[in-house]
């Protein structure tokens, strides 16, 4: 049986794990998007340093959860209070065990607790599929960004 997936929010002594996580799902889970594309992978990573990240946990708009299995981190997610889910990531080795899954319900419960409504994301192609099974919908046409496909989804959030 596999071991659940636990969520909590992250803090600053997280900021060198988040960066490697996002770093590792970037490079080896995301290939159906930056296509092994150096600068792709450049410009995608390059604002995902420990010191990029660090500031994010001063900013009361946003929230950043990481998510554990087997008590290793493995995922993490961000969401500002706007409604936008800004990323999840999972480490390649631990896709499709829940992991994403429980990060993003976290981020939406957070969201709620916000009072919105409605969240909205820009997913990537090896997103699509994961982000349609949480129930979000494409709205807009997709457009290019950064060498990537960017397309945009939105979801009715739960009323408390």
């Known amino acids: 049986m596999e071991a659940s ?3 909590c929010k992250a803090t600053p002594a997280d900021a060198g ?3 490697r996580i996002i770093e590792r ?3 080896v889970g995301c290939v159906q998007d930056h296509r092994n594309n150096l600068r792709t992978v450049a410009n995608w990573t390059h604002n995902k340093t420990t010191d990029h990240i660090l500031p994010w946990f001063t900013d009361r708009r946003l929230y950043l959860n990481i998510g554990l299995l087997q008590d290793k981190p493995v995922g993490v997610a961000m969401a500002a209070s706007s409604g936008k889910v800004a990323f999840c990531y ?3 080795e631990w896709f499709r065990r829940g992991v ?5 319900r976290d981020l939406e ?5 916000q009072g919105l409504r409605h969240s909205r994301l820009n997913s990537t192609r090896t997103g699509e599929a994961f982000y349609r099974r949480l129930g979000y919908q494409a709205y807009a046409q997709a457009f ?3 060498g990537l496909y960017a397309i945009p989804m939105h979801k009715a959030l739960p009323e408390v």
């Open 109 to 113: 419960g957070w969201l709620i607790e």
């Open 17 to 19: 794990i988040i960066s």
């Open 100 to 104: 994403g899954q429980a990060l993003v």
């Open 90 to 92: 999972v480490l390649p």
């Open 144 to 146: 290019a960004v950064a």
């Open 5 to 7: 997936v636990h969520t």
């Open 25 to 27: 799902s970037i490079r």
